[in-house]
């Protein structure tokens, strides 16, 4: 029965953690399979602090805990070794503090005059384990959930040195417990100052935990901020750019005009012909009524044209007017770049299409964005996530909502923006 009580609390304690993460397809069958592999493990703990071993075989013990604890998290989620660490800590300090958590109980609880019964005997045993799976759920719910960021733990090496050091310190704090209350000294003795000890550990090891994630939120709204204003300023060098390959254009399409008057023979002629549809193919300005829409949908055009991506447009840019030009641009752009980026990865002619829709419904501007999914292994994907952070923050400026979706092997943006307030 003990043995099935420690096992069953390291279980509850990987689960509060392991559910809010992203987990591998299989993850029922695997972790069908850790809560079988966890079982001689439990029975080494058991027998560790049963006092059976010496002082050092404790520590190796709890060091053959913890990186099963790691192991088994890495089989069971999508992270990375680091964090598959940093979460192993966090699962053994949880299932060592909720059983210290029931010996206060039962302390405080015999000081209260309840009668003095065996820490082995049957009834006690249920009530820690329900005790213990009580304290796993409010885990799972309240700091479980808190702490990783879109489904996972980004860990570094100061971060994990860190976090290893408060573990260490906590279980030794743990053993000179366990160590006081079986040589005969009073609870209220050794209790107090280990506990405290203990609870400064877990505290720090939080703390640390958010503050490495507001670190690296400053650094990637900072990123986010950097390439928000470079592609603000990006609009009026894309809108020279556009106005110059105009110009040229119509300046080739005279002077090819000029050179038929001529009337050259056949292969000049053909010549001409290819010229001819080079310069309508690169003059093919968009015209959707707003210039700002008209420039960055022409120069992705070109870009898609030499991808040889095809990209179908509908845009009525008029229900765009009260946008400021930088934040449209900025908004249309990265749309678009993580679309084109994902289209070029596709082998097959047919897959690379993105179908871009701007139009008007009920007072809102509608924009639709569809696209291939960005495959799984690609190098891309960083970028794609700050491609779409930046397309956010443009949306969320002017009070809209931008939702993402999967359709298949399709990956579909929508934004819907209210009317300005003026209107």
């Given at each position: 029965?003990?043995?099935?009580?420690?096992?069953?609390?390291?279980?509850?304690?990987?689960?509060?953690?392991?559910?809010?993460?992203?987990r591998?397809?299989?993850f029922?069958?695997?972790a069908?399979?850790?809560?079988?592999?966890?079982?001689?493990?439990?029975?080494?703990?058991?027998?560790g602090?049963?006092?059976?071993?010496?002082?050092?075989?404790?520590?190796?013990?709890?060091?053959?805990?913890?990186?099963?604890?790691?192991?088994?998290?890495?089989?069971?989620?999508?992270?990375?070794?680091?964090?598959?660490?940093?979460c192993?800590?966090?699962?053994?300090?949880?299932s060592?503090s909720?059983?210290?958590?029931?010996?206060?109980?039962?302390?405080?609880a015999?000081?209260?005059?309840m009668q003095?019964?065996?820490?082995?005997?049957?009834p006690?045993?249920?009530?820690?384990?329900?005790f213990?799976?009580?304290?796993?759920?409010?885990?799972?719910?309240?700091?479980?959930?808190?702490?990783?960021?879109?489904?996972?733990?980004?860990?570094?090496?100061?971060?994990?040195?860190?976090?290893?050091l408060?573990?260490a310190i906590?279980?030794?704090?743990?053993?000179?417990?366990?160590?006081?209350?079986?040589?005969?000294?009073?609870?209220?003795?050794?209790?107090?100052?280990?506990?405290?000890?203990?609870?400064?550990?877990?505290?720090?090891?939080?703390l640390?935990?958010?503050?490495?994630?507001?670190?690296?939120?400053?650094?990637?709204?900072e990123?986010?901020?950097?390439?928000?204003?470079r592609?603000?300023?990006?609009y009026?060098?894309?809108?020279?750019?556009?106005?110059i390959?105009?110009?040229?254009?119509?300046?080739?399409?005279?002077?090819?005009?000029?050179?038929?008057?001529?009337?050259?023979?056949?292969?000049?002629?053909?010549?001409?012909?290819?010229?001819?549809?080079?310069?309508?193919?690169?003059?093919?300005n968009?015209?959707?009524?707003?210039e700002?829409?008209?420039?960055?949908?022409t120069?992705?055009?070109?870009?898609?044209?030499?991808?040889?991506?095809?990209?179908?447009?509908?845009?009525?840019?008029i229900?765009?007017?009260y946008?400021?030009?930088?934040?449209?641009?900025?908004?249309f752009?990265?749309l678009?770049?993580?679309?084109?980026?994902?289209?070029?990865?596709q082998?097959e002619?047919?897959?690379?299409?993105?179908?871009?829709?701007?139009c008007?419904?009920?007072?809102?501007?509608?924009?639709?964005?569809i696209?291939?999914?960005?495959?799984?292994?690609?190098?891309?994907?960083?970028?794609?996530?700050?491609?779409?952070k930046v397309?956010?923050?443009?949306?969320?400026?002017?009070?809209?909502?931008?939702?993402?979706?999967?359709?298949?092997?399709l990956?579909?943006?929508?934004?819907?923006?209210?009317p300005?307030?003026?209107?």
């Amino acid at each position: 029965m003990t043995l099935a009580v420690c096992a069953g609390g390291l279980l509850a304690a990987q689960l509060a953690y392991w559910l809010p993460l992203k987990r591998r397809p299989d993850f029922a069958r695997r972790a069908a399979l850790n809560a079988v592999a966890m079982l001689p493990f439990a029975q080494l703990m058991v027998w560790g602090n049963s006092g059976h071993g010496s002082t050092w075989l404790l520590l190796v013990i709890y060091g053959i805990t913890f990186a099963y604890a790691a192991v088994s998290t890495h089989l069971c989620t999508k992270m990375d070794w680091p964090a598959s660490a940093y979460c192993g800590i966090w699962i053994v300090l949880t299932s060592e503090s909720l059983y210290e958590l029931w010996r206060v109980v039962l302390w405080l609880a015999e000081a209260l005059g309840m009668q003095h019964t065996a820490l082995d005997s049957t009834p006690l045993l249920l009530g820690q384990l329900a005790f213990t799976v009580a304290g796993c759920v409010i885990v799972r719910y309240t700091m479980a959930r808190a702490m990783p960021e879109d489904g996972g733990y980004r860990i570094g090496p100061r971060q994990l040195g860190s976090a290893g050091l408060l573990g260490a310190i906590f279980v030794f704090q743990f053993f000179a417990l366990q160590t006081s209350l079986r040589i005969g000294l009073r609870p209220s003795a050794v209790v107090t100052p280990s506990l405290l000890t203990q609870l400064y550990c877990l505290t720090l090891l939080y703390l640390q935990t958010e503050l490495f994630k507001k670190s690296a939120m400053q650094k990637e709204m900072e990123t986010l901020n950097l390439l928000y204003d470079r592609q603000r300023k990006q609009y009026q060098i894309a809108r020279r750019n556009v106005q110059i390959i105009n110009r040229k254009c119509h300046e080739l399409k005279v002077q090819i005009a000029d050179l038929r008057r001529l009337q050259p023979d056949e292969a000049t002629v053909r010549s001409l012909d290819e010229a001819e549809q080079a310069a309508r193919m690169y003059d093919a300005n968009a015209a959707t009524g707003n210039e700002v829409l008209d420039v960055v949908l022409t120069e992705k055009s070109l870009l898609c044209e030499s991808q040889r991506i095809r990209l179908n447009c509908v845009a009525d840019g008029i229900c765009l007017a009260y946008v400021e030009p930088g934040d449209l641009y900025a908004l249309f752009s990265n749309l678009l770049d993580q679309a084109v980026d994902a289209a070029v990865q596709q082998q097959e002619t047919d897959h690379r299409m993105i179908d871009l829709l701007v139009c008007k419904r009920q007072g809102f501007a509608v924009i639709n964005v569809i696209g291939p999914v960005l495959p799984a292994q690609s190098e891309h994907g960083r970028r794609h996530n700050y491609e779409l952070k930046v397309a956010r923050r443009v949306v969320q400026k002017y009070n809209g909502t931008m939702s993402t979706e999967l359709r298949g092997a399709l990956f579909a943006v929508k934004i819907v923006l209210p009317p300005p307030k003026t209107e």
